[in-house]
């Protein structure tokens, strides 16, 4: 994906033209998945670690965005909460994103690729601890 390519999303250009930059569907994607119950946090893919320890920023963590000819290609790399419904979970988390895109960028998305990497387990508490000793 080159840093200088933008989305232009606007029909009537008398006023002027405007673009919305990858890195912001990246960001409003992360956020969307990040409001879904069931959700523990995204992830990168190994690639996008790798790029962030040698200094290049990546804006949405846990999210890639691709875009081609054929449309707009979104893959979230998620963590889930342990004894969740992953096929529901992932339902969701699409369902979000995509009437989030559309409600703040107007845009149609061609894919939302979930990719869940991990599940969380449940941190035990203090009280949990305590009372099992």
Known sequence: MEEKQLLNVS?????GKVEIAPEVIEVIAGIA???????ANM???LASNVTERFGKKKHGKGVRVDLSDQGIVIDVFTVLDYGVSIPTVAQKIQD???ST????TALEILEINVHVVGVQMEEKTEEQEQQNS
């Open 11 to 15: 029909d009537d250009q008398s006023l």
């Open 33 to 39: 998945a990040n409001e879904v119950s069931g959700v």
């Open 43 to 45: 992830r990168g893919n």
């Open 96 to 98: 979000s994103i995509r």
């Open 101 to 104: 895109l559309k409600n703040m």
